[in-house]
């Protein structure tokens, strides 16, 4: 098109249609990838702004360097009645393979204007070969326990509930419909043509991405929450990354790079093992339970059992709110206990839910003005659990802030803690009303994150029901799946209800999103994919499916938190876990994740050989043939340390019902390279 100007670099290119207010999105091959999108701003009025069919006023591309590299950068500018403007951008980098837009609005009105979202993406027409109906969307959940996978784009979305969705900005539900937040990918298998999108900037808005089947459209929104802009001020949209790709996993990978870099994550190549009460004493945990534990760690030692912190999980607390009283079962308060923990050789852990108030609490006896209201006068209920309703903390109130800090100085500067888990984090983010009416929601969550930063210092913060974008760079560790249980399926559930139940406690529900937010370890933070269970008694896993959650973590590169009472751990078990120490760092690739509904083969380099996880999530024992390289390769089966020869171009496996295989590969007539030491026992090459 003539008129048409165009950023592109030898990646990929941008073409805006100056005279109608859209652009498309071109990648190398010439194919129009995205086509005909516009940029629009939602007024909290309800006024929808659009580019789409106005005229654009081009500014000159500019050179940019920032965190994500050098490249240039084009803006232009709609007029709405002479007294708004939206502008967008868009930054092509030189050696990026993506491109990220933004837009901004100004307000030239003599009167305030609230913004609800930036649509960055409106209407955006996919062209990724076949028909919308053949393609795989990566649905993204919003906080730790909301689930996170491929969906089938013929299907529906799945149905969420609170509070594992982000409350108050949902989209309406509609057939065809399926909704991703912060980030999506998807991915049309034939021909290989895919999309990645997302924002690679989440501080201040909370954002969502939507696809609807029907005419294949993107929508990509950025949530103001109905911040005001003066007169003659601007408010910006959070900024937003698009990839073509034929390598979805690997585009994937780069987006986790990206944001990283853009949020300033907090990452770190040690990983964090240790023992955790929760999933064996549960809110039953007593002092003489906790300090049974570090004895017996101390007493088989760093090379039987090298764990190196102790976390004390949820049942220490007088309340959920009142934080610096203990109850009963820890007679002698938890200063003296960390000392114990210390003198043996570890370092301590403590759980907290700091963004919620328990109804039997005397903070909210006390305080009620400091829960986040729905309406006036009526608190906002962030969680139903421990037998009461809990609130949630307006983090927009200084005296909430101060309490808040003197809380974690305590914990940490007096008890002697070195590491927190912050659980049901989310509350912290609720729509509702807020002394500070003047804040997003992702900007009072993180208020609270940065007080209990500043008061913890370097120690390491854990995030549990976290949103996830909004808590980059201010946590250390961030939970991404939903909790694990001494069970495979959620308790007394019929199988057919567990695709709506995705949250609830299970094995299944906590792996299957420990492989597939693979690509935010080391990136983002290190990845907690829950605690390993390895008992064999006390539990309803099979033999199988405990070794199926052992690999899914140690593949994971994320923590090892074990969960089990140590003292009666069996010595085949004890070394099950002990097989994962020291845990890698390094996250494998699920390799099927857009072909499958939980990926069957998670795959990692170790320097000297490759290591394949072969899943088999189905009822039954199933006969599975593993493709290998046409050239020769030695096969090593890592959990029954059995050498199984050499093998060419396929190798057949049986595999347990939920069980898995964990094989190590090398070529055998290819050049030895050095082992290495710095991964676990049971992913080294024997000998
Ligand atoms: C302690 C636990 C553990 C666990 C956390 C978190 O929706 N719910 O009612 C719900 C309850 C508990 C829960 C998640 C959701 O688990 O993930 O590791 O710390 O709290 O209470």
Redesign the pocket.
Known sequence: MSDAIELSDRYLAIRVRPQTGIFDVIDDAGRRVIAEAAIGVVLADGIALSTRGRVVRMGRAETVDDVLGSGSALTGRVEFAGEIDVEMSITAYDEQTFVVLSCRLHNGSPGPIRVARFDVLEGARLDLGFPPSTWRFYKHGWQS?SPTLVLDCAGEDLEVTPPVFAPGTQPEAKEGRFLSEMMTAIVSPEPRQGIVAGFVTAGDQMSQLWLDREGGTLTAASYADGTMVPPGGWLSSERLLIEPTRTPLESMERYGDALGRSMAARTSSEVVTGWCS?YYYWQGVTEDAVLANVEELRRKGRYALPLEYVQI??GWQAEIGDWLEVNDKFPHGLKRLVEQVHRAGFKAGL?LAPFLMGEKSRVWKERPEWAVEYRPGKPFVA?Q?WGQNCYALDLTRPEVIDWLKSVFRTVCGHWGFDYVKI?FIYAGAVDGLRHDPEITRAQAYRRGLDVIREAVGERFILG??NPMGASIGLIDGA?ISP?VAPSWHPPGEAREASRNRMSAPSVLNAIRNSITRWWMHGRLWQNDP?CLLVRDSETALTPAEAQTLATVIAMSGGMVLDSDDLTRLSEERRVWLSMLLPACGKAARPLDLFESDIPRLVELQCGSHRILAIFNWDERAANINVPLSTDSVQVFDAWSRRDLGGHTGVIGLVVLPHGCRLLAFRPINGESQPDRRDVPPLFRWPG
């Open positions: 326990w929760w999980d949820d759980w969680m659990n659980d549990c029901g939970r909790d829950d």
